[in-house]
């Protein structure tokens, strides 16, 4: 009778420090949301504004997975979604109520380089989806000269409401709505620039 009391303490022994090891494995390795959500955050280091890029591409980590190519191509999808949003808030606001024609001109002015921004980002999501093989590089020097493009574009945008063109409430909010663009196409270029340098 002891020895059968003795094999049980045993077996519940063996159990809880089974159970507690498998704990602690599960503990320390973290889950698959968790690794991919510390990718992004270690990846957008490499960015101006590190983090807004998380903040931005934190929510897609699934879909990012744990692939620089993925998490390029996410970040512009962002920066094109943000330009484009933008564009057409800019031209409701160039048709509202209480503004000048200087303020009017400068609206536009930005509305449509913002559409040249859509442009080139779109060309560069279209052959970042197309991005491997030999024609590699070529495709990535294309991909690089859009969204610089596009960033040159966003900065003359907000040179356009430098000085006395625009009144103090809706030129700190419009500047703020284009800096936002900036960032996110500046943040894209950073990784699509360590992108092409892991693949070199």
Not at 22 to 32: C, Q, T
Request: proline residues 2%; contains cysteine; aromatic residues 4%.
């Amino acid at each position: 009778m002891e020895g059968g009391n003795f094999l049980t303490v045993c077996l519940i022994l063996v159990a809880l420090t089974t159970s507690n090891y498998l704990k602690s494995v599960s503990a320390a390795r973290p889950a698959v949301g968790e690794t991919n959500t510390e990718f992004i955050r270690t990846s957008c280091k490499s960015t101006t504004y590190p983090n807004l890029c998380f903040s931005s591409l934190s929510s897609r980590a699934s879909a990012i997975g744990a692939s620089p190519q993925l998490l390029a191509h996410e970040s512009l999808t962002v920066s094109l979604e943000t330009a484009q949003s933008t564009s057409s808030m800019m031209l409701k606001l160039a048709h509202g109520q209480g503004m000048t024609p200087r303020e009017i001109g400068a609206m536009h002015d930005c509305a449509e380089e913002l559409s040249d921004t859509v442009v080139g980002l779109r060309k560069s999501l279209g052959e970042m989806k197309q991005l491997r093989g030999k024609d590699f590089d070529l495709k990535m020097n294309d991909i690089q000269t859009w969204v610089s493009a596009a960033l040159t574009d966003e900065d003359t945008c907000t040179e356009g409401f430098d000085g006395k063109v625009m009144n103090g409430k809706v030129k700190t909010f419009v500047r703020g709505k284009i800096l936002e663009v900036a960032h996110l196409t500046s943040n894209a270029l950073a990784l699509i620039n360590r992108l092409a340098a892991l693949h070199g």
